[in-house]
């Protein structure tokens, strides 16, 4: 019986076994009849519940599904977005296409330690975790268990005034002009980016329509930071990007594989292979270090390369010695 009295003149108790689970409490009720119409309205009561937390249950997706997703709601408008998209296709190739509540921090440990055995940088392996526990974020998964890794400060490449002459006599060197005449181009590019400063894609991006002769002023509206800036001209390259008009939109037309091919043949030629840092990059480095070395004030020389924090510039705090050396000289005064 589901429904009976416990004692003559008391309400009726309904008792019942749902989903494997007993139900056994008091109806409220005095007749048998009342009883049993509050028993099955209790019934259907947990039945429409256990309805709606199945509809309400978020259905399972799938990793690449999750990519996907996140690709329309968040990255499609970003400046990288294909290049975050790889990324995250990268990521379904490491641990399959497997179902995004079921990853757990032993999946975190096991995808560094397949990317650590392919022998990958640690900042790679950090643009892979923070790619994955932004899908995670966006489907509302819980990912605070994705800890990015310490990456370690390199050595900052600084490439001295001779060096950078020896890169640019290579490359106006006349041999070119028959099969490689681009690498005059590239003379003057390596020029550019030393004065200024700028990424190597900021200059081969930058146009006419963004450099003013007036003010003196190249503006960059599409970096890598999304922070745009202007930066003045110094002679050299005010004389380089005035005499490269000729109608041209933008001052040097040739691709990204171009720039770096001259550069690396470039350093072949210097016998410089075994120097790693010795890359196109690390002449942004060396803007950074001359103005330093002058001394330009840091904030200043952050807004001149567009960093997103003073942190990133205070790598180049210790190039400038000077700086010591008149410290010290204030506890000279005082002990003298």
């Not at 009342?34 to 249950?57: F, G, I, P």
């Not at 032993?106 to 650590?116: G, P, Q, R, V």
């Not at 010795?278 to 950074?288: E, G, I, K, Q, Y």
Request: glycine residues 4%; positive net charge; proline residues 2%.
């Amino acid at each position: 019986m589901s429904v009976y009295r416990r004692n003559k003149n008391g309400a009726f108790y309904m008792d019942y076994i749902h989903k494997g689970v007993r139900v056994y409490k008091s109806t409220g009720k005095y007749t048998k009849r009342d009883a049993k119409l509050a028993e099955a309205a209790d019934k259907q009561r947990l039945h429409q519940e256990v309805s709606c937390a199945q509809q309400n249950k978020p259905v399972a997706v799938t990793l690449s599904k999750a990519i996907e997703q996140t690709y329309e709601a968040k990255w499609k408008t970003n400046k990288d977005a294909m290049g975050t998209y790889r990324r995250a296709q990268g990521l379904v190739e490491v641990m399959g296409d497997i179902l995004i509540d079921s990853i757990t921090e032993d999946t975190i440990e096991a995808l560094i330690c397949t990317l650590d055995v392919t022998g990958v940088q640690v900042a790679t392996v950090n643009r892979y975790l923070a790619t994955l526990k932004t899908i995670l974020k966006y489907k509302k998964q819980p990912c605070d268990f994705i800890r990015l890794r310490k990456e370690r400060k390199g050595r900052i490449r600084v490439l001295s005034h001779e060096e950078v002459q020896q890169v640019v006599r290579c490359l106006r060197n006349e041999e070119h002009l028959g099969n490689r005449p681009y690498f005059h181009d590239v003379a003057l590019l390596v020029e550019v980016l030393v004065d200024t400063g700028c990424r190597l894609s900021e200059v081969l991006n930058l146009r006419y329509e963004d450099v003013n002769f007036e003010s003196n002023l190249i503006s960059i509206w599409i970096n890598k930071g999304e922070r745009p800036r202007s930066i003045p001209m110094t002679r050299r390259v005010r004389s380089i990007l005035e005499g490269r008009q000729h109608g041209n939109p933008k001052p040097f037309r040739m691709m990204v594989y171009q720039a770096e091919y001259a550069w690396n043949w470039a350093r072949n030629h210097l016998k410089l292979n075994h120097d790693k840092e010795f890359v196109m990059h690390a002449l942004r480095h060396t803007c950074a270090s001359r103005l330093v070395n002058k001394g330009v004030d840091l904030y200043v020389v952050k807004e001149w390369l567009g960093h997103s924090s003073i942190q990133i510039t205070e790598r180049y705090a210790h190039l400038n010695p000077s700086k010591l050396a008149d410290a010290v000289e204030v506890l000279e005064s005082e002990t003298s």
